[in-house]
Nanobody, 124 residues
């Protein structure tokens, strides 16, 4: 059974940083691309960042490019999202997602498994 468990969310002031973690289990982790999505109240879930199976390739939404960094550790079966220079607009529930594809994918429908989400709140 595939499981994804996020951690690291919380309350932070604008301009601050947070690091989200996602621990995976249930199938060969190093075969799958991973991604982060987020959903703010009243809005659709949106793509944030993705990383391919080996970690050699990453892709970001324009809104977070230059501020967020996605990485993975296949030995630890984990993926991370380092978030710097946080803005009020970054407030959302952040979801870790796992795809059967080894290469980068960016739409919700490309991901097969989802975590339960972790809340990130940025205050002024």
């Amino acid at each position: 059974q595939v499981q994804l468990v996020e951690s690291g969310g919380g309350l932070v002031q604008a301009g601050g940083s947070l690091r989200l973690s996602c621990a995976a289990s249930g199938r060969t982790f190093s075969s799958d691309a991973m991604g982060w999505f987020r959903q703010a109240p009243g809005k659709e879930r949106e793509f944030v960042a993705a990383i391919n199976w080996s970690g050699s390739s990453t892709y970001y939404a324009d809104s977070v490019k230059g501020r967020f960094t996605i990485s993975r550790d296949n030995a630890k079966k984990s993926v991370y999202l380092q978030m710097n220079s946080l803005e009020l607009e970054d407030t959302a529930i952040y979801y870790c997602a796992r795809s059967h594809s080894p290469g980068i994918v960016t739409t919700r429908h490309d991901y097969n498994y989802w975590g339960q989400g972790t809340q990130v709140t940025v205050s002024s």
